[in-house]
């Protein structure tokens, strides 16, 4: 009687554990990195450039992939960059200067002393619904020692999204990042190319 009574149990412990839901799959990560930075022409400058952390809203520069529709968003579900997207952005645009060629050295702010310095605030940094296009704006700042702005400029970068799935919705965002990053980094070249050429007059 007693061995049939603790089968009994066993059975019945058995059959709730199976009733348990399964846990949900890991999130799929999505690297974003420099890959091929085509060399830019012009002159050697003789300076190193630091890059600060990126500023912006939490939202967009945190480890979610974000998706907008009108006026809300939302995180793409069980999507996450490798790190922060501020992170990685700073990291993508500092391996975009060195390898574009122009200045002597670029690095993280506080990394070295640095004659320039791109301080940038992302506005943009999700997949637009409406027009299925990934969107990286910046608002950039070139700044020299002591703090005196250079120049600053608007960087607007634009990829499709060719369905909506997050491996797509991740590749359209590392592309555009990856084009503003470009562009950030020939303007930072031609401003302080010009900047030092004026102080030589």
């Not at 004659?115 to 619904?129: C, G």
């Not at 002591?146 to 991740?170: F, H, K, L, N």
């Not at 470009?182 to 102080?199: D, H, P």
Request: with cysteine; aromatic share 4%.
């Amino acid at each position: 009687m007693m061995r049939a009574v603790l089968l009994a149990s066993l059975t019945l412990l058995g059959g709730c554990i199976s009733l348990l839901p399964k846990p949900p799959p890991p999130p799929r990560t999505f690297v974003l990195e420099a890959q091929n930075v085509a060399p830019l022409q012009g002159a050697p400058i003789d300076a190193v450039i630091s890059v600060a952390e990126p500023t912006g809203e939490r939202a967009i520069l945190g480890g979610d992939l974000i998706w907008r529709t009108g006026d809300s968003i939302a995180y793409v579900d069980q999507t996450q960059w490798s790190s922060r997207a501020a992170d990685a952005l700073q990291q993508t645009l500092v391996e975009t200067l060195v390898r574009q060629g122009r200045f002597r050295a670029a690095v993280r702010a506080g990394e070295a002393q640095a004659d320039y310095q791109i301080r940038w605030e992302v506005l943009d940094f999700e997949v637009q619904e409406e027009s299925m296009t990934a969107r990286f704006v910046a608002d950039v700042r070139l700044v020299q020692r002591g703090r005196q702005i250079v120049a600053s400029r608007i960087i607007s970068t634009e990829a499709p999204v060719s369905s909506r799935s997050s491996q797509m919705a991740a590749d359209a965002l590392a592309r555009a990042a990856r084009e503003g990053s470009a562009r950030i980094g020939e303007f930072a070249a031609e401003a302080a190319a010009e900047a030092m050429a004026s102080a030589e007059r």
